[in-house]
């Protein structure tokens, strides 16, 4: 059925750069916002990045002006490029998107996560 597969996870020091991907497959007939949520052992999985259908984004004050999140709906496909990566940026990155698939009602979809790791 419908998959969210994420990639661009790994290992940067401090003042780096990743480029997270999150694809969507399967029966998909639309995807409505996509987002980006980060969380690390005992705590919440928070917002850090959002973007409507239109392209409209929304930031975590903590990443705004680092972050840039970005989609590519041909290929149902969302990006966060991460840039002046902090320490406190570690955490499991995990994309979210709300999807109607073909014959199914509309909720939320997860990946598996990406581990974003920043060493000072």
């Known amino acids: 059925q419908v998959q969210l597969v994420e990639s661009g996870g790994g290992l940067v020091q401090a003042g780096g750069s990743l480029r997270l991907s999150c694809a969507a497959s399967?029966?998909?007939?639309?995807?409505?916002?996509m987002g980006w949520y980060r969380q690390t052992p005992g705590k919440q999985r928070d917002l850090v990045a959002s973007i409507s259908s239109g392209g409209s984004p929304r930031y975590a004050d903590s990443v705004k002006g680092r972050f840039t999140i970005s989609r590519d709906n041909a290929k149902n496909t969302v990006y966060l490029e991460m840039n002046s990566l902090k320490p406190e940026d570690t955490a499991v990155y995990y994309c979210?998107?709300?999807?109607?698939?073909?014959?199914?009602?509309?909720?939320?979809?997860w990946g598996q996560g990406t581990q974003v790791t920043v060493s000072s």
């Open positions: 399967g029966s998909i007939f639309s995807i409505n916002a």
């Open positions: 979210n998107a709300i999807i109607t698939p073909f014959s199914a009602y509309v909720r939320d979809y």
